[in-house]
Nanobody
Framework: QVQLVESGGGLVQAGNSLRLSCAAS????????MGWFRQAPGKEREVVAA????????LYADPVKGRFTISRDDAKNTIYLQMNGMKDEVSGIYYC???????????????????????WGQGTLVTVKA
């Protein structure tokens, strides 16, 4: 069983940067593909970025390509989301999620379905002030 705890959210001015962290416990996540999702008020949860458990494969939502970077430090059992050049449309609650052991990124047509993830954190709120 994997427990995930996000941190690093807050209020940030548009154009600035923020880094989110997701610390895992319960087991090592070096065999879990991981993802960051965002949920805006009244909208469905959607993928922001994902990273595979092996091979360093990454996936990004089109609106954040070139500005956001997902990374992992398996020695620290933590993944990160570096967000640069932030815009108000990326405000929302950010969730960290993990796929079952040895599972690939659940990908379909360049996006990743939240239903393919088995473990979720409680989320951290990010608010971008225009």
């Amino acid at each position: 069983q994997v427990q995930l705890v996000e941190s690093g959210g807050g209020l940030v001015q548009a154009g600035n940067s923020l880094r989110l962290s997701c610390a895992a416990s319960g087991q090592t996540i070096n065999r879990n593909s991981m993802g960051w999702f965002r949920q805006a008020p009244g909208k469905e949860r959607e993928v922001v970025a994902a990273i595979s458990w092996v091979g360093g494969v990454t996936l990004y939502a089109d609106p954040v390509k070139g500005r956001f970077t997902i990374s992992r430090d398996d020695a620290k059992n933590t993944i990160y989301l570096q967000m640069n050049g932030m815009k108000d449309e990326v405000s929302g609650i950010y969730y960290c999620a993990a796929v079952r052991d040895y599972g690939p990124i659940p990908e379909n047509d360049g996006t990743s379905d939240s239903r393919g993830y088995d473990y979720w954190g409680q989320g951290t709120l990010v608010t971008v002030k225009a």
